[in-house]
RNA sequence: GCGGCCGUGAUGGAAUUGGCAGUCAUGCUGGGUUUAGGUCCCAGUGCGCCUCGCGCGCGUGAGGGUUCGAAUCCCUCCGGCCGCACCA
């Protein structure tokens, strides 16, 4: 027999490459506009749309692994799935190509990162082509094109350009701010006119409002990396994300993006989208909302009475206000200087003073031990109170009692004030500190648990809040017998009347570091002039382009030196930056700004240049933004209908690209508030990692199986089994061009998405490959004759139950594709695949017809060679996909269960509309079951018609 | 420490959401096709018991509970993964 028509690798290969030949040639997956240069009149526009997007690559010099492709691999089926049902459907992916390891990659091989990063993408598109993803190639582009920047950089000036005006809840532009300052609507901060401000003093004052600014702040500094990062970028034990290098404190001048300014806005419209609750909650703790107040103790004279400073704290716990005992401020808070007095006071306990003559010199040799220690340092001693005594005193407000102020390092100046009102009694981490230092505590909550009311016999602090607080009554404020929240509201009023402070809402989350001393990103759109006074770039003169140098490399430092200085490559190239422009008042000298942007700009806002990739004019025409992204029915907040990726941007690339479409929409650019809708998680491929008996990796594929124990041994050793990453150094990397090799595209795409659910983990293995190769060389054996490749299906009807085993699947496989549950559709592909195999026979030609539109999303080019070769002219992909006939997706007979107690005693064979009453009749009569009951009598029966019924005897 | 998710055959995983546990696939066993190997095809495969039957018992990390009925809900414990980590 010839075997020239039998699918294997070699004819899959020739398969998929004409089919992808033809998709480009036809335009396949090219989408139209309602208007504009994509719009193309045939109608497609006006068909019900989907805009699905995946999380775009960076592109590595590596190439991709088996792991890389699951979720494109995913959304490429639901989008072909989406086609099917007859939507305008949006798929295309660009590439995130700024950015730091292209350009460490660079300096290293002695490339330049644009010469390395295009070699990169042309890399990867071909091996995105061999998987058969269908995208829109006229949409794609990359974050390094100047045509794309230009507008990452006009986006930079609308926000530089526009402040939050709180009273209308919104951004707004600058002039609006501007005219109220001048017409005297909004005091300046020191209270003189606007006319009378020089225009360095007016840049000030606005730099104070704008969403984008710069100013001198304690900022993350990494030597090691040359550059400074963003909170997010930093992990909990203080080194960075990328590179594991050591983070310091450094203050610098540096740009920021006034994030902290939608923080509500952030985590109220998380209501509005359909995101994984895990990713919710991650945004929602890295904004930390919390409900309290804030209010002044005032600083008390060594001598007796109140002085005019006060410190502010804000505490969660205002109702607990008469335990307030003592007072912490963080170790670098900016008052201590003012309140140490020159001795200590009469009778200070040796124990609080660490040993020191003075107040003075106990806070210095503190605070140096304190900025001595690494925050790893600080976690592995979490728990250890440690601290000093200032040797000044507070007035607690309520009380009028004197409490001492000490530092610690307990309390962080990044949170609230940087200052707390310590309530030993009620709070655990007071209650450490007090019980090191011996303060007194006070118990105002009344303990539920029968603790008793003296702290002093407690092993930890009372927290729980469903009591009533006591001890808590003076002057004109009585919070006994409140119940915690209502004493809240009683303390707030009583701080608003005395004017000592009021109830408000602390973040967590700090404002967006965005500048960064890099070479490869963009240019900030940004010059100073001889003032020193940052200016926007006009319209007309984006983009800046970043300008071609040898000299890119950044200057990093020894990592663990923290006396070290930043120094931006830009800097380096004097005749780019200092310039002579008009930016509307006359040819003048300027200074460019020399940082440069994060890597995350660019993906803070591609979803909308996929829209409309020509648009010379705008960002995006509203009427295409509108179509494909504003709100609809169900999406209050508009976006992108599925995006795709892994969780671990949960608090980055998603809180900021959430936050650039805010300012977006807030100043009229965009109709959604909100850039992606539905958000799904695709979990890892991971792999086997093999180890020698060192702890070293060994090549995963030279790995063999022991015979007699089943253990792994290589070049005769034995090693150790564990799952991980799929990564160069694990020596465990399967290339995609390997199974392309072996099986073709088709396979490895329907062995990606029938490994197991989208949204978990799972470890690859390439000897399981096979089984979905098998699946589609029975589809094949099922629609053709090997011999000849010409259609060998049966041209009559198919037979009941084959009816009724295809209407089962189309049913099944619609509702596991809409909800992206690939692996039980395959399943069910390949069960009615199983029953037409059984049948022996011909395939009838509706079955095979079936077989063929179901498996298309999910197999394409297999799905077209079958198609076309059962006698189609058009593509599979223009083909609807088959809905389910109800009358054949219901059993003519269905097994119905008949239990005992819960346990299956006989089966019996019902009609699906059997009543009930009938249906515990025939249960009850049935012979399996009077043998079973034995006479004993029936005390209830519980009928679940058609499928169950459970007899409970007597 | 706090918060979240999850424990099902040798393996990846199904289970219409409280109603027959183990769909589908890998692996393994046996058989067939083949000069041979591979491919391919067919059958079997949770564990145990026996009188080998359309049989019985056990079985979803462990223990307890709710229910006519629990992989699914509740409680306790054990194990794993993820996030946060002195957040006032």
New binding site residues.
Partial sequence: MSETHRY?AALAADIEARWQDYWERHGTYETPNPTGELADGTGRADRPKKFIMDMFPYPSGAGLHVGHPLGYIATDVYARFQRMNGHNVLHTLGFDAFGLPAEQYAVQTGTHPRVSTEANMKTYRTQLRRLGLGYDLRRSFATIDPDYYRWTQWIFVQIFNSWYDRDAGRARPIEVLVAQFAAGERATPDGRPWAELTAAERADVLSGHRLAYASDAPVNWCPGLGTVLANEEVT?DGRSERGNFPVFKAKLRQWNMRITAYADRLIDDLDTVDWP??IK??QR??I?R?E?ARLDFPLAHAAGGVREETVTV????QDTLFGATYMVL?PEHPLIDAVVPESWPADTRQAWTGGHATPRDAVAAYRKQAAAKSDLE??A?????TGVFTGAFAVNPATGERIPVFIA?????G????A?MAVPAH?S?DFAFARAFELPMRCVVEPTDGRGTDPAAWDDSFNAKDARIVNSAAGELSLDGLDVASAKARVNAWLAERGLGEGTV?F?LRDWLFSRQRYWGEPFPVVYDEDGVAHALPESMLPLELPEVDDYAPRTFDPDDADTRPETPLSRNEEWVNVTLDLGDGPKKYRRETNTMPNWAGSCWYQLRYLDPFNAEKLVDPEIERYWMGPREGMPTGGVDLYVGG??H??LHLLYARFWQKVLFDLGHVSSPEPYHKLYNQGMIQAYVYRDSRGFPVPAAEVEVEEHDGGWVHAGEPVTRELGKIGKSLKNVVSPDEIFAAYGADTLRLYEM????LD????W?T??V??????L??LWRNVLDEATGEPAVAEEAPDEATLRAMHKAIDGVRQDLEQL?F??A???I??LN?HV??AGGRVPREAAETLVLLIAPLAPHVAEELWHRLGHEDSVTAADFPVADPAFVVDETV?C?V?I?????A?LEVAPTVSEADLEALALGAPAIVDALGGDAVR?V?V?AP??V?I?PA
């Fill in positions: 294997d909990a609750a895990a909650i991650q703790n890295w930390g919390s309290g804000f505490t969660t716990r963080a600080r976690q001693e979490a728990r250890e109170k390092d307990y309390v962080l100046l949170y609230g004030t940087g707390i709070d981490r602390n967590r969780a671990e949960a608090v029938a490994m197991g659910p978990v983990s799972r470890p293995e000897r399981a096979v089984g979905q190769y098998r699946l060389q029975r549950r692996n039980t395959i399943a069910k390949t069960e199983n195999t059984k097994t269960v239990q107690r819960g346990k299956v005693r089966r209830k519980i679940r499928k169950l459970n409970v």
